[in-house]
DNA sequence: CGTCATCTTGATTACGCTCAAGCTCCGTGG
DNA sequence: CCACGGAGCTTGAGCGTAATCAAGATGACG
């Protein structure tokens, strides 16, 4: 059981996009301190979510241990959303965070809600396009190419596309890109050494030269 | 453009699902050649497609010929829904085969027929279901894995389980699989040393270990 | 300021890639 | 019917990239 609970605050935050309203009307606002589990792998899908504050991670375990995380969600972006009846990734607060939960139930009795079904077509259409975009980075390309990707998809999410923000462990990026921490660490050493990024501290970065890196990201 | 010609036979093929007749009823079927291209990289989506017969793959190129295959189709199989309005993959057949084709105005034209867009939501959760599974195959498992993975995938998509056929090439295997063609080669003959499965010609196998094969795909 | 988790760096190993022959199978033509 | 040719598959040798194993360095937090 979640040890997450409801908040019950009133003011509404600015929308996030402008079909927000139909899950902010409906949902229920609940709170996830860093590291706790919004849900588990293999449990019932019945929830939809979407990310109000701070980042979500999911990820997928393999009987043996080793993980591979299935992506990271920022504010506005909605998660939860599964294929089958059961969620085959987990998912976890990155960072404290806030999140709106839908029941399935009041999702159905809505059914009809032209916003709300856009609202769910498109968070499918993302999670699809973002999942074969990862199947590409994961199947063609180098370690070097990987992070590059990662990195510069970092910089192009937040509206300022000169610098990025790294709220994941070395351990959690390169079980995005299907590294080792060591690799992850060496190669962003290596783009700093190249001058294409440069750090401060380990999870914030500028970008030097950003046609390298994109050209790097293919 | 397209060489495929719309075929007019009008008789029926047996359903293969049991929402299958939407589609039947407003699609055009269509004959594509081996290896002749469905659509194309890049281009316009505008259409959605069955396999009635043959089976189809997808795959994308980069920049510098790397291809990474993202799909098999079956006869039954949806494929072309895409997330944008752009196919990130292009479509091959890889053998001859027909396809049933429904354009997206036709498509939108029957927007309130139930079972059309229960058929797509199914395509669209499949494909998603699929590129996870993938992302967990491409990210996290060895070679060794990744071609076990794949053979009992294939011996568990058709209705017998105890063997297989091969329809695509060792290159496209390869592709799929984020491999070289020698190394999905080497490894399906170490699967062969260790008597897990046994092949006739090199498209054709059987599975003397079904148990360890099954394992192997974790 | 000390402690511990996280990150970086180094040395070595190994898995899968590259390059290079052979081999098999199949279609084609003699 | 068999010989030939070529594409696709297999096998081998050597190499390179990323993994593993092992210390250190950094930095967050009490």
């Known amino acids: 059981m979640s040890l997450a609970y409801p908040l019950h605050t009133a003011h509404q935050t600015k929308p996030l996009t402008t079909a927000a309203d139909a899950i902010d ?92 079904t856009k609202i769910i077509w498109e968070a499918a259409a993302r999670e699809l396009e973002r999942a074969q975009e990862h199947v590409m980075l994961l199947g063609r390309k180098s370690a070097f190419e990987k992070v590059a990707s990662f990195l510069n998809e970092i910089t192009h999410r937040g509206a300022d596309s000169g610098h990025g923000d790294l709220p994941m462990s070395r351990q959690d990026i390169a079980d995005y890109l299907g590294l080792t921490i060591e690799t992850v660490s060496r190669t962003i050493s290596r ?6 990024i440069e750090f401060e501290g380990c999870r914030r970065f500028h970008v030097r030269n950003d046609a390298a890196l994109a050209r790097l990201s293919e």
């Not at 783009?191 to 294409?196: D, M, S, V």
């Open 25 to 116: 009307e409906l949902g229920l606002r609940m709170a996830f301190a860093k590291d706790e589990e919004v849900y588990g792998q293999d449990e019932d899908a019945d929830m939809l979510y979407r990310v109000v504050s701070g980042v979500v991670r999911t990820s997928r375990l393999m009987s043996d241990g080793r993980r591979q995380v299935g992506d990271f969600y920022y504010p506005g972006d909605v998660f939860g959303l599964e294929p089958g009846d059961a969620h085959r990734f987990a998912a976890e607060a990155l960072t404290d965070c806030v999140v709106l939960v839908l029941k399935q139930s009041t999702l159905r009795a809505h059914a009809d809600d032209e916003a709300l």
């Open 191 to 196: 783009l700093q050494t190249a001058a294409i």
